[in-house]
């Protein structure tokens, strides 16, 4: 471990040497167009580097009457691994980029607060990355490590499948891996292809011992990130990165955490049942507007947000009551998570069923470029399993 965290140190320094003022530049020109000046500021130092800040903007009070500030899913994001180092000092932050900020900006800030021995950059090397988070998490680190794209979590599937899932199992509870978060941003992004695109979430629902949490919402990713960061079970965190900028909301800004393991109705409705989690939350949504509006129906949507343990019974309640369940999500449909709700609401909830389960996925095929949005389960085709859930009749 010491070995990995040396190399580690030499790389950093490697880059910051040879590549910041580069980097500086870049990152300036980038976040001028990708942030739109709301929520980043860059401050130049007398140094040359550069300096990152929220900007203090809007700020309000929720129901709950706690202060809250507007802030995206990403600075809610970063709010959460600030408080999480700043309250727990065996907390560590480490990826590719993260000591720059992260490729979508998560990190921004946080080495020059924390420090670079607490936020630092990893080698290109995602199965490196995993087994150096496990090896710290064993010794009783708080490791949060970044995977910069869910698609390239797979080199270090073995580590966190085999390694991490049953460190606690193998050694009948005498040791573990408590602490231990693996972030990643997933999930369509409008020009990724197929090799930044992917939903692998089904994977890691497989495997006893992991947790697997997708918040869809600022509010729900700070406290959701709090919630996984400290857990005594090792977490799988995937960030919806089309949300990253496009999702605001007023986050409460004291330290709060959201339970895992329990899912949401965020909409009640008395004729379908609808789940989701993550980013295509926003797409069902609109496909529920659509229902209402032309088909003058109810319909109760139901968040998910933590994955593994699957809270099944919420979604049992809810069917019980509308008689009809979609399931949507972006990954392909074979072998997705609503093949596995789907048999587990038949097992349990049968006889309340009025119409076959739908199901509205990605297609069984890699994730396209060109094609994404032939690809993508839009509202539309979510509209279109609603409508066909509704007018179903058994006796034909």
Not at 35 to 45: D, E, L, S, Y
Not at 184 to 189: I, N, Q, W
Request: glycine letters at 8%; a neutral charge; aromatic letters at 10%.
């Amino acid at each position: 471990m010491l070995s990995l965290l040396s190399k580690c140190s030499r790389f950093e320094q490697r880059c910051n040497r040879k590549q910041q003022s580069v980097r500086v530049d870049s990152f300036k020109c980038r976040l001028n167009k990708l942030n739109r000046g709301i929520f980043i500021t860059k401050v130049k130092r007398s140094n040359g580097e550069q300096q990152s800040a929220l900007v203090e903007d809007e700020m309000g009070t929720d129901s709950l009457g706690r202060t809250t500030k507007k802030m995206n899913l990403f600075t809610a994001i970063n709010d959460a691994m600030d408080i999480a180092l700043t309250t727990n000092p065996k907390a560590v932050l480490f990826g590719e980029d993260v000591a720059f900020g992260g490729v979508f900006r998560c990190a921004t800030g946080l080495r020059e607060k924390h420090g670079s021995s607490r936020v630092f950059n990893t080698p290109l090397c995602e199965q490196g990355i995993a087994g150096f988070a496990i090896g710290m998490a064993a010794q009783g680190a708080t490791p949060i490590a970044e995977i910069q794209f869910a698609d390239y979590i797979f080199p270090a599937f073995d580590q966190i499948v085999n390694e991490a899932a049953k460190y606690r199992y193998r050694s009948g509870n005498e040791f573990n891996v408590a602490g231990l978060t693996f972030r990643a941003p997933y999930g369509a992004v409008g020009h990724g292809g197929h090799y930044h695109s992917q939903s692998p979430e089904a994977y890691f629902c497989h495997t006893p011992g992991l947790k697997v949490v997708v918040p869809r919402s600022p509010v729900q990713a700070k406290g959701l990130l709090l919630a996984s960061i400290r857990d005594p079970n090792p977490v799988i965190f995937l960030e919806p990165k089309w949300l990253y900028r496009s999702s605001i909301e007023q986050v409460p800004v004291e330290d709060y955490e959201i339970e895992l393991g329990k899912a949401e109705v965020i909409k009640n409705g008395e004729d379908v049942t609808i789940v989701g989690w993550g980013a295509q939350l926003l797409v069902l949504e609109q496909a529920i507007t659509m229902a209402e509006e032309k088909l003058g129906i109810t319909c109760e949507l139901i968040d998910l947000k933590t994955l593994l343990p699957l809270d099944i019974d919420t979604i049992i309640k809810s069917v019980k009551k509308t008689g009809k369940l979609l399931i949507s999500h972006e990954a392909p449909k074979t072998g997705g998570l609503a093949g596995e709700i789907a048999a587990q609401i038949q097992e349990k909830a049968f006889l309340h069923l009025e119409a076959p389960i739908a199901r509205v996925c990605g297609y069984d095929t890699p994730f396209p470029l060109i094609f994404e949005r032939f690809y993508f389960p839009d509202a539309l085709k979510n509209f279109e399993a609603i409508q066909k859930l509704v007018e179903y009749d058994f006796s034909k």
